[in-house]
Structures are given as C-alpha cells and as structure tokens.
C-alpha cells in the first residue's frame, strides 16, 4: 500500500490510481458491443469503433462511475466480475482518500 498512500500522507497518489483504475473500467466498456451488458467479454468487442455514439459513451462512463463509487446503485441488478473488482478497488481508494484528508486536516488544525 505504500506505493498507493505513502501511509495516508499522499493525497495525490490514491487520487492519481483512483484516475487510472477508473479510466481502464471506462476504456473495458467502451471496447464492450454493449456497455449495460450482464456478461462482458474480453474476447468479443467492439473496439473503439463506437466512440462517436453518445449513448455508448454514456452508458460506459455510467456504468463506471456506479462501479467505482461504493454508494451508488448500478442499474443492472446481476454485476459481473468486472463489476465487482472495480467496486473493491474504488472503496479501498476512496478510503486512502479519506484517511490522507482526515491527517491532513488533523495536522491543519490541530497545530
């Protein structure tokens, strides 16, 4: 985790991975035929192909933004491994997030 947090005093390290991981669940449904999908494929896609169709695009940014937030409620009931692995990974993010700007705030007004 120290590559991640740097023990919770790095608030730009957790943000900067939270990016990331975001950006390949955006990029894996955008390459998906369908975003809302209950059994993605790695092996049959679309590639980039759909990136000029708006509701595709939006989908997939949705989908993601309900996988990485831990508080909101995805639209399709049965998730996928994809679902969940993204899910775990903004928790333990947000978390750090949360820790780094609780000792941040800690240190500001408590000194």
Do not use: C
């Not at 092996?43 to 939006?58: E, I, K, P, Q, S």
Request: aromatic share 10%; charged share 20%; proline share 5%.
């Amino acid at each position: 985790m120290d590559i991640v947090s740097k023990y919770g005093e790095s608030l730009r390290r957790p943000t900067l991975v939270g990016l990331i991981v975001f950006s390949i669940a955006m990029l894996f449904w955008l390459i998906q035929s369908n975003p809302l999908t209950m059994q993605p494929s790695i092996f049959d896609t679309t590639g980039l192909n759909r990136l000029a169709n708006h509701t595709h695009v939006n989908s997939a940014i949705e989908r993601s933004f309900t996988d990485f937030i831990p508080f909101i409620q995805p639209q399709i009931k049965n998730l996928s491994f994809p679902d969940y692995a993204t899910k775990v990974m903004g928790i333990i993010i947000l978390g750090l997030i949360l820790i780094s700007l609780r000792r941040k705030f800690e240190r500001k007004f408590r000194h």
